[in-house]
């Protein structure tokens, strides 16, 4: 697809990072995708090399030691690393979702301890920490506590779902502080190997399986007063102002998966013989292809649109649901299609459409399900009028 032409210019900066965030997938991550699927091998050796090339911190200035991009840039970079690997992929998300939350939050002494050294490489992955067991869309109901002994802060209870979490350096953590509803809510940073942290078994999970997705377990989890990020009872301002560039993050991990799934479709069909023709001559199968790409250039532009909005300070919340909403059902019906196309072969685990419709479907769950951001759209549309 030309950029330029379906969601208009592109700046320098943001061709740049896509160009390198393309050229790393193409030749550390792709050749490697299908293995890791099937192993569940989490990315280790790729990490120092994402976080030399400012992939790690996408968002977070030059001056803070990240890569300087925008929202823009970000939505394109990540595009190109999960037409590779979508399990790299939501690494990618989650790191950079708590590297802009660490940049925006953190005192000098924190950026210090954790944002130098984590952009530079040297401590990995970040690990997002908010899900429970018992709440994942009702973030609000969280029930990990954190109470206050002197000095210190001592966190107990569990979190699910946690991407990076067996390999992450560090994980921001939201547990309750004092009283119920989001007012009750701080947020922690928590060194990989605090005594009182447990890390679970992975998930042997359907798609995306080389993400590192465990729980954590804290019980009596001691920290120092100064891992508090950002002041106390905010924690979930600080989650919920993640939450825009983060669905949109997940629309562009999602177009990746569709973008990769229609090349593969396109190729197989101009391959494949039926009936003495090649199968994308027949019109049935130009519908289906025409239907497909519109509805990728329709992702493409509500992402586009929010990630733009985002750039300007507007919260967008709204309009980063909607990305996140159409390119995730719009790539699981791509996907889905793709698979078609392939007959019985698409079934098979030689071909990659398999993987990639496995790796589709957890997208309409995580960062908000398809169905909160329905609430979310409706809550802004009737609240205008």
């Not at 210190?152 to 994980?171: C, E």
């Not at 289906?288 to 992702?299: F, G, W």
């Amino acid at each position: 697809m030309t950029l330029e032409r379906s969601i208009g210019p592109i700046t320098e900066e943001q061709a740049a990072v896509a160009t390198v965030a393309r050229q790393f997938a193409a030749a550390r991550l792709a050749p490697r995708a299908a293995e890791r699927d099937r192993t569940g091998a989490y990315p280790l050796e790729e990490m120092g090399a994402l976080g030399e090339l400012g992939l790690l911190a996408m968002k977070v200035p030059d001056s803070e030691g990240g890569g300087g991009t925008d929202n823009v840039g970000y939505v394109l970079a990540m595009e190109a690393i999960a037409e590779a690997c979508a399990s790299t992929a939501v690494i990618l998300a989650s790191s950079n979702l708590v590297a802009k939350l660490l940049c925006d939050y953190g005192t000098p002494a924190q950026k210090a301890k954790w944002l130098r050294p984590y952009t530079q490489g040297r401590l990995g992955a970040a690990a997002f920490a908010l899900s429970e067991p018992g709440c994942g869309s009702d973030a609000a109901a969280l029930t990990t506590t954190a109470k206050k002994d002197g000095d210190s802060w001592i966190l107990d209870g569990a979190k699910m779902w946690i991407t990076s979490g067996a390999h992450a350096g560090f994980h921001l953590v939201f547990a309750r502080s004092d009283g119920p509803g989001p007012g009750g809510i701080s947020c922690f940073i928590v060194d990989r190997g605090t005594p009182g942290l447990t890390i679970g078994k992975e998930e042997d999970k359907m798609g995306q399986r080389a993400s590192g997705t465990v729980a954590l377990h804290f019980d009596g989890c001691r920290l120092p007063a100064d891992h508090l990020l950002g002041e106390r009872g905010h924690g979930y301002a600080v989650a919920l102002g993640a939450l825009g560039a983060g669905r949109v993050g997940i629309a562009a991990l999602s177009i990746g998966l569709a973008e990769a799934a229609f090349g593969y479709g396109l190729a197989y069909a101009r391959e494949r013989k039926a009936f003495g023709k090649a199968v994308v001559d027949f019109q049935n199968t130009q519908f289906v292809l025409a239907d497909c790409r519109t509805e990728l250039d329709a992702a493409w532009l509500l992402s586009l649109r929010a990630a733009r909005l985002l750039d300007t300070g507007d919260k967008a919340a709204a309009e980063s649901s909607m990305a996140k909403l159409f390119a995730t059902e719009a790539s699981s019906r791509i996907i889905d299609k793709m698979l078609q196309l392939h007959g019985g072969y698409g079934y098979s685990r030689d071909y990659a459409i398999e993987r990639l419709y496995r790796d589709s479907r957890v997208t309409r769950i995580y960062e908000g399900s398809s169905e909160i951001q329905r609430i979310v759209i409706a809550r802004d549309l009737l609240g205008k009028r």
